[in-house]
Structure formats: C-alpha cells, structure tokens
T-cell receptor, first 110, second 113 residues
Framework: DGGITQSPKYLFRKEGQNVTLSCEQN?????MYWYRQDPGQGLRLIYY???????QKGDIAEGYSVSREKKESFPLTVTSAQKNPTAFYLC?????????FGPGTRLTVT | AQSVTQPDIHITVSEGASLELRCNYS??????LFWYVQSPGQGLQLLLK??????LVQGIKGFEAEFKRSQSSFNLRKPSVHWSDAAEYFC???????????FGQGTRLTINP
C-alpha cells in the first residue's frame, strides 16, 4: 500500500530537548515537505526538498532542521531553539503539483 | 506573491442542506488550484484539483468546484451535506516559482443534525 507514514502519532518532550519527527514515503516522489499547523493558523511551510541531498527553508524554518539523505525519508528535527514547538506537524510528498499528506505527529513540549 | 483567502473561518449548515465554501486567490497566470479536507487530528486529503480545461471540476465525496477567472475564485460546493462532511477545508494554489503550495487559513464546517 503506497503512502506516507509519520511516527509517532503523539510525542512528548521536555523543554530544552531536541526531538526528531519521522516521515517516510514509498510513492517514489522526489519532492517532500514539512508543515506546522496551529489552531486557526492553517498550514505553514517549515522546510521542503525537491531532490535528495537538497532542501530549502520555508516560511518558518527558524528552530528546525532537516536532512534528505534518501528519497524515501525526510526527518524533521525540532531543536531547543524553537520557541513554541508544541503543534501538529504534517509531512507531505508531491508529484505533478499535487501533494499527498501523512497522518501527522502531535508534538507537546512541556 | 501568491495568496489564498478563505473568507469564512467557520460555517454551520444543517444536514441535507447545500454547501458553498469560498476561496479567492491571487495569482497572475492560470493557477493550479486544490481543495483539501482534514478531519480532526488527521492529515489532509485531496478533494479535487483544477489545472486547465472545464472550469467545473468534480471531486470525491460528491464535491465540486468552479473556477472563475474573472472573480479569482475557486468555490467548493456540495448539493446535500452529510454529518460525515464535518471537517476543516483548505483551498490552495501552487506557486511555480517557489515550487510549493500556498494554503488558505481554512474553513471549519459544522453540520447540524
């Protein structure tokens, strides 16, 4: 079954800790994206990657980092520099302008 | 820069009633337009898309949308809503220059029984 997986569904961390969110796709798509979603604010683009070993900052990249070592994987690290990390994070992959979304990870930092 | 406006933050309709969700975009050339739906705590699912051709596009779950270039709009419609349509709906336009989707703020749909 083709699709995008994000794990875990829920993640809890203490303030000051880095945390990495997983995103894997088996759709053979070149492009992948990370979004952050907060209530009432829609989706905001964090980072995106058009090809392996290359990625670009989105609109709210500060406090986040990514890597794209494999076509299938695009992990997102939320660093301790991110001031308000508690949010719902969505990963997507894209082909022919259409984006396919994973189920999301809800991160809570206390 | 491209932008998308969804004027209605929250809409409530009765089950069986018709629905129209508004979307206006800002883009110079022919846009690539999308409508997505999101159930609480879930990812986004594509309802329909418009790239070119017939301006009335059909999607999944009985939804349709009409592209009106003169009004820079891409409104989503459904003739008769079901309780399972309660969700958040996002309109989006593809930005070729930046190679990314630009999303509207979303419209939350509540269905009254």
């Amino acid at each position: 079954d083709g699709g995008i997986t994000q794990s875990p569904k829920y993640l809890f961390r203490k303030e000051g800790q880095n945390v990495t969110l997983s995103c894997e796709q088996n759709l053979n798509h070149d492009a992948m994206y990370w979004y952050r979603q907060d209530p009432g604010q829609g989706l905001r683009l964090i980072y995106y990657s058009q090809i392996v070993n290359d990625f670009q900052k989105g609109d709210i990249a500060e406090g986040y980092s990514v890597s794209r070592e494999k076509k299938e994987s695009f992990p997102l690290t939320v660093t301790s520099a991110q001031k308000n990390p508690t949010a719902f994070y969505l990963c997507a992959s894209s082909k022919n302008y259409e984006q396919y979304f994973g189920p999301g990870t809800r991160l809570t930092v206390t | 820069a491209q932008s998308v406006t969804q004027p209605d933050i929250h809409i409530t309709v009765s089950e069986g009633a018709s629905l129209e969700l508004r979307c206006n975009y800002s883009y110079g050339a022919t846009p690539y337009l999308f409508w997505y739906v999101q159930s609480p705590g879930q990812g986004l699912q594509l309802l329909l898309k418009y790239f070119s051709g017939d301006t009335l596009v059909q999607g999944i779950k009985g939804f349709e949308a009409e592209f009106k270039r003169s009004q820079s709009s891409f409104n989503l419609r459904k003739p008769s809503v079901h309780w399972s349509d309660a969700a958040e709906y996002f309109c989006a336009v593809f930005s070729p220059g930046a190679q990314k989707l630009v999303f509207g703020q979303g419209t939350r749909l509540t269905i009254n029984p």
